[in-house]
């Protein structure tokens, strides 16, 4: 399905059909795919588990706390200027 927006329209006009259409109710509840994917209990459980592993290590959270540990293991400017 390919979605179209106007400015004008309420909502994204749908090519196909030439209708606007409300977003499903899983747009407007602000899930995301892998929530859905966790609540419908329908996919393989392994691939689930990867699916859960990848998502917990990209996290916005997780991706922070890397870089503050490695910006706290770099010497600072005082410290480099002493050393030279």
Known sequence: MVLKVEPSDRWPRNVRTGRGEPPSASVRSGTTPLQR????????????????????????????????????????????????
Do not use: F, G, H, N
């Open 37 to 84: 994917l966790l609540d419908s209990a329908a996919a393989d459980p392994a691939k689930v588990a990867s699916l859960v592993d990848l998502y917990t290590a990209v996290s916005p959270l997780t991706l922070k706390r890397q870089i503050d540990r490695r910006l706290d293991a770099m010497p600072t400017a005082s410290e480099v200027a002493v050393s030279a």
